[in-house]
């Protein structure tokens, strides 16, 4: 109601002005000033102008929050996943643990025999020789030979292989599917050498008497320097499933 009047009254002055009344005539500044200051009593008085600036405040006030709530959020997410860093750093530790806990026992063996399982027989180290060429040139019955390629010497090793069972006893370290490595002076250890021979200890197969004894070899090469200064000598056997190491000396 108030409104209306107030634009009614703006009118009337407008009209009275251009028809020439008792009211002083006015420039058109002083219309202007007229018309500006009724504008702001309709706007202060207008209802939606005012539900206009209450709408501006409430969405300061709504981003606010939400700015608020989203670092909340933020906030929460970095917490849940320092927690989870931290439950998973905790499992790891605990399956370390149980891993270590599960580990194989380790099996310490302390002759070819005892790793290959093999019964009613000892195998005892003998010593090495430094060759040129193995066998001699001068064996009997000689039908392979191996040399020494230039600048190294081949490295015998000689086992003494007993029969210990009181009874014949048939050998086969080929149907063992041994292997052998060996290192000399804690160097990285090299693969015995396949050969023909007939006494290579990876490849015998024979029947050795009752209380007998065979002389079998395991041959390597190394080049000649090191060949005349061996320190150690340490033999690596595996089975296919496992690996142990014994000092020969």
């Given at each position: 109601?108030?409104?209306?009047?107030?634009?009614?009254?703006?009118?009337?002055?407008?009209?009275?002005?251009?028809?020439?009344?008792?009211?002083?005539?006015?420039?058109?500044?002083?219309?202007?000033?007229?018309?500006e200051y009724a504008?702001?009593?309709?706007?202060?008085?207008?209802?939606?102008?005012?539900?206009?600036?209450?709408?501006?405040?409430?969405?300061?006030?709504?981003?606010?929050?939400?700015?608020?709530?989203?670092?909340?959020?933020?906030?929460?997410?970095?917490?849940?996943?320092?927690?989870?860093?931290?439950?998973?750093?905790?499992?790891?530790?605990?399956?370390?643990?149980?891993?270590?806990?599960?580990?194989?026992?380790?099996?310490?063996?302390?002759?070819?025999?005892?790793?290959?399982?093999?019964?009613?027989?000892?195998?005892?180290?003998?010593?090495?020789?430094?060759?040129?060429?193995?066998?001699?040139?001068?064996?009997?019955?000689?039908?392979?030979?191996?040399?020494?390629?230039?600048?190294?010497?081949?490295?015998?090793?000689?086992?003494?292989?007993?029969?210990?069972?009181?009874?014949?006893?048939?050998?086969?370290?080929?149907?063992?599917?041994?292997?052998?490595?060996?290192?000399?002076?804690?160097?990285?250890?090299?693969?015995?050498?396949t050969t023909m021979?007939?006494?290579?200890?990876?490849s015998y197969k024979?029947?050795?008497?009752?209380?007998?004894?065979?002389?079998?070899?395991?041959?390597?090469?190394?080049?000649?320097?090191?060949?005349?200064?061996?320190?150690?000598?340490?033999?690596?056997?595996?089975?296919?499933?496992?690996?142990?190491?014994?000092?020969?000396?």
């Amino acid at each position: 109601m108030r409104k209306s009047v107030l634009i009614f009254a703006v009118a009337a002055s407008l009209c009275m002005t251009a028809c020439g009344s008792a009211i002083p005539d006015m420039t058109e500044e002083q219309e202007a000033m007229v018309v500006e200051y009724a504008a702001g009593l309709l706007l202060k008085y207008d209802r939606n102008y005012h539900g206009r600036l209450l709408g501006a405040e409430e969405l300061a006030e709504a981003e606010q929050k939400e700015a608020e709530e989203r670092e909340r959020m933020l906030e929460e997410e970095a917490r849940k996943a320092e927690e989870a860093k931290k439950a998973e750093e905790a499992a790891e530790e605990t399956t370390e643990v149980v891993d270590v806990s599960e580990e194989p026992e380790t099996i310490t063996y302390h002759s070819i025999e005892e790793f290959y399982g093999i019964d009613g027989v000892a195998i005892r180290y003998a010593g090495y020789e430094l060759k040129d060429m193995y066998p001699d040139s001068g064996a009997d019955d000689m039908f392979f030979a191996m040399n020494a390629s230039a600048g190294s010497k081949l490295v015998v090793l000689h086992f003494d292989v007993e029969n210990i069972s009181g009874q014949d006893k048939e050998l086969d370290m080929l149907s063992l599917e041994t292997k052998f490595k060996i290192s000399f002076s804690g160097e990285s250890p090299k693969y015995a050498l396949t050969t023909m021979l007939t006494n290579d200890l990876a490849s015998y197969k024979g029947t050795i008497a009752a209380g007998g004894l065979e002389q079998l070899v395991l041959v390597a090469e190394l080049q000649e320097d090191k060949a005349q200064s061996v320190q150690t000598i340490s033999l690596i056997m595996r089975n296919g499933t496992e690996e142990a190491t014994i000092s020969l000396n």
